[in-house]
C-alpha cells in the first residue's frame, strides 16, 4: 500500500519492489549500494549498521499467532501470552536474514516463559515454509496481517497487545524524490489508518519505542 500511494506521488519514477524477508539481509544490501529503501524493525540492527541509516516510522503491527487447525489454541479468537507459558514457537530462529525478528521474540517470550523453537532450514516460498513447520508442529509467531496460508488460523495475541515496529530506511544521505514519495506515502497512511497508535498497555521494548519516536 506505501508503494502504491508513492507511486502516485511520483509517476515519473521507477519503483521496483522486491520481496525478501528481514531486514537484517536488507540493511547490509542497502549499505553496499545493492538496494535503496526497505521496511522493518530498525531496533533489532546492530549499531553499527544502524548508524549508516536513516529511518522513518511506519506502522506498529500487532502480533499474532499462526496455529495449526489441531492446536487447542485454534478455537480461540484470541491468545492471551499468559496461555503461551511453557509452549515452543517458532520465531526464525537460525535465519540469518531476520535476526532482528528473533530478537524481538527473544523480548517477548522471556518475560512470559515462551520456549523459543529450535532453528530450521531457510524455507523458500509459501509450500517449503509449510511443509517445515508442518514437519515441526509449533505455532509460528507472525503478525496479524500475515498471509493466509492452508491448515492453518491466524489469532491475535493479547494481554497485552505485542507489537512489532516498522521503520522505512534508506542509506544516510541518500536524496532521492522516490524515498521523498515514500516518506510522504507512510505519513498519509498512518495518518488515515491509525498506523502509529498504540493499544493501550501494548507491549514493546524501550528501545524500539525511542526509536520509533524518532523522525529522521
Known amino acids: 500500500r506505501v508503494l502504491g500511494r508513492a507511486r502516485e506521488l511520483v ?117 517449503e515454509f509449510q511443509r517445515v513447520m508442518e514437519k515441526g508442529g509449533h505455532p509460528v509467531l507472525a503478525v496479524v496481517d500475515f498471509p493466509p496460508m492452508p491448515g492453518t488460523v491466524l489469532r491475535p495475541l493479547v494481554d497485552p497487545v505485542p507489537l512489532s515496529p516498522v521503520s522505512l530506511v534508506w542509506r544516510k544521505g541518500l536524496r532521492h524524490p522516490g524515498v521523498d514519495a515514500l516518506r510522504n506515502a507512510t505519513d498519509q497512511l498512518a495518518l488515515a489508518e491509525g498506523w502509529l497508535v498504540r493499544p493501550s498497555g501494548a507491549w514493546l521494548p524501550e528501545s524500539d519505542l525511542s526509536l520509533m519516536r524518532n523522525r529522521s
Open 11 to 127: 509517476p515519473e519514477c521507477e519503483l521496483m519492489a522486491r520481496f525478501e524477508s528481514g531486514l537484517t539481509w536488507a540493511a547490509a544490501e542497502i549499505l553496499a549500494g545493492r538496494l535503496d529503501a526497505s521496511f522493518g524493525r530498525a531496533a533489532g540492527l546492530a549499531p553499527a549498521v544502524r548508524a549508516g541509516l536513516s529511518t522513518h516510522p511506519v506502522r506498529y503491527e500487532p502480533m499474532a499467532l499462526m496455529l495449526p487447525l489441531s492446536h487447542p489454541l485454534a478455537e480461540r479468537e484470541t491468545v492471551a501470552l499468559a496461555e503461551l507459558s511453557g509452549e515452543t514457537v517458532y520465531a526464525g530462529a537460525g535465519n540469518e536474514r531476520t535476526r532482528e525478528w528473533t530478537d524481538l521474540a527473544a523480548s517477548l517470550f522471556a518475560e512470559w516463559d515462551i520456549v523459543m523453537a529450535p532453528p530450521v532450514p531457510l524455507a523458500v516460498g509459501v509450500a
